[in-house]
């Protein structure tokens, strides 16, 4: 399949490259920046783009691509720090300038230029850089300016380079995606080859092959990821041969083990392992405060619940699916090497169970190189309810981190019937998917209340409602004070222990999502 190949120096943005080509029909990859190239050219690879990156060019040891990139013959587009290592690859000058650009910037191009086909010659850009090009490569011509009299792009004159300082896969980018798609489509030539129907029509094949006669086992947990890999599976294999693992931590909301059982059934499941854990879990965690601690906990015992409960179920040999993403992967530094920030360890990606599995080459990650949104349409295609479809995201350790402080059955029990309230009531008006994630937090303060003539000392529940776009960042949902007014006061006279209700109004940076 045609693909635009995307060798990223770390940059935050560089998983935005990757869905925005994707989202015009064209395939694209992600290797580490400094990859040796020989081990990711493919012949569908039509086109390289060089990310941005959080180092400066000047920094020791700075990741730099193998020099056969440029000698490949294949269109390469440097983005800001890729601008720059093209640049210093042709004696240009990168220098930190004393005017560093951050968010719009006007730029105006210079000359007609494939790149900027049907593009307005002034537009509003997204700049983030400190280090600035101040010389073009001796081989470039400057095509393009920011109003602060940067270069914002530049073309080699006889080879298929280019380099811009701006970030055209930001959405504040004007005609953004129009340059990635004059780069992708204009000049490297790559086909608008990439659907889900295609994509399930190859998974479909390799899990043929891949399974024969073997049984595979599933980890569900519950959520879009693990529900769409079950979809799949079922979709591709005989039903008797998939085993769906649900273990139910106690950590869970309000109905959901149930919920989730009966989903998997209207999919088509025939062998469902619905292990009970809870007491395996609270136990554990029975006075534990520290979130960390909690944790480790919970990622401990499902660790040690799930091996147990395997070795007892299935015969050796068997194989074992998750619903593991392309961001996942990315995200624990195995998709782009030790380049990649960490951000979060995602528990399904390195537990000793996956790790060996993997080694034994019996691990199947049907969704590995899907992004979430592709996930979430794969999902309606193949049939699974859209309530699951377009839930809000949930953490692995459940409501253990949203019960501030220690956790108790009397706490869960609290927090289940009020977030449930909550979700519910969200649903209700119509505002729970205009929101990328809500949830109650119970907090360890007891604050003073009237009800009747008596004076009460209630729990605290926090409100969440984020937008965000992956969760890397997140702003505040613009609540209608209407709806919140009255969900406060619904919470308050159904959940007797709650008597005080507060809504979280802090974006990501510089809070978390999370509370804890
Ligand atoms: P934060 O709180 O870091 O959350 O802004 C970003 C996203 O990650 C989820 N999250 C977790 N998911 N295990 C998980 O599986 C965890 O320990 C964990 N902590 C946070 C969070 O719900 C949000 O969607």
Redesign the pocket.
């Known amino acids: 399949m045609d693909t635009i190949l995307i060798l990223d120096f770390g940059g935050q943005t560089t998983q935005l490259i990757g869905r925005r080509i994707r989202d015009f029909g064209v395939y694209s990859e992600i290797a580490p920046g400094d990859t040796d190239i020989s081990e990711v050219l493919h012949d569908g690879v039509k086109g390289i783009i060089l990310s941005g990156s959080p180092h400066s060019s000047w920094d020791d040891g700075t990741p730099k691509p193998d020099p056969a990139v440029l000698a490949c013959g294949l269109p390469v587009l440097g983005i800001c720090y890729g601008f720059h290592q093209l640049t210093l690859a042709d004696d240009g000058e990168v220098k930190p300038l004393p005017h560093r650009e951050y968010g719009r910037s006007g730029v105006r191009h210079l000359s007609a230029n494939s790149l900027f086909k049907g593009i307005p010659e002034e537009f509003l850009s997204w700049m983030s850089h400190g280090d600035s090009v101040t010389v073009p490569g001796k081989n470039y011509e400057l095509i393009a300016q920011s109003e602060n009299g940067i270069p914002a792009a530049a073309a080699h004159i006889n080879k298929p380079l280019w380099g811009v300082q701006f970030h055209p896969e930001v959405s504040h980018c004007e005609y953004g995606v129009e340059l990635l798609e004059n780069f992708a489509c204009g000049i490297c030539g790559a086909g608008k080859e990439w659907t889900l129907e295609k994509y399930v029509d190859q998974e479909t094949l390799k899990l043929r092959r891949k399974a024969a006669d073997k049984d595979v086992l599933l980890l569900i947990s519950g959520g879009v990821d693990s529900t769409v890999a079950a979809a799949l599976l079922l979709n591709a294999l005989p039903h008797e041969k998939i085993w769906l693992m649900y273990v139910d931590t106690g950590m869970m909301r309000k109905g959901e083990s149930d919920e989730v059982a009966e989903n998997l059934r209207s999919l088509g499941a025939e062998n469902l392992l619905l292990i009970d854990a809870r007491e395996r879990f609270l136990k554990p965690l029975d006075g534990i405060e520290d979130p960390e601690e909690k ?1 480790r906990i919970i990622g401990d015992t499902f660790i040690r619940v799930q091996e147990e409960e395997v070795a007892r179920l299935l015969p050796e040999g068997y194989l074992l699916a998750q619903g593991t993403l392309y961001t996942d992967l990315i995200e624990s530094g195995q998709g782009v090497g030790n380049k990649a920030q960490v951000i ?1 360890s ?2 399904n990606v390195g537990t000793p169970l996956v790790q060996a599995k993997r080694a034994a080459g019996e691990l199947i990650e049907p969704l590995e190189k899907l992004y979430k949104d592709e996930v979430r349409r794969l999902g309606e295609l193949l049939g699974v309810p859209s309530a699951i479809v377009r839930r809000h ?5 459940g409501l253990a ?1 949203r019960i501030l402080s220690d956790v108790t059955e009397e706490k869960l029990s609290i927090l289940r019937e009020a977030d449930a309230l909550y979700i519910s009531e969200l649903r209700e008006r119509g505002l729970y998917d205009r929101i990328w ?1 809500a949830f109650s937090v119970l907090l360890p303060v007891r604050s003073v209340g009237v009800t009747g003539d008596t004076r009460d000392y209630g729990y605290v529940l926090g409100l969440r409602a984020v937008v965000s776009l992956d ?2 960042t ?1 702003d505040v949902f613009d609540f209608p004070t209407k709806d919140l007014l009255e969900i406060s006061a619904k919470i308050t006279n159904t959940v007797k222990e709650i008597g005080r209700v507060v809504y979280d109004i802090s974006s ?1 940076p510089p809070a ?3 509370w804890e």
């Open positions: 944790r979060k995602h528990h995201p949930f953490p692995g350790p981190i994630q969760g890397m997140a990501k978390t999502i999370e």
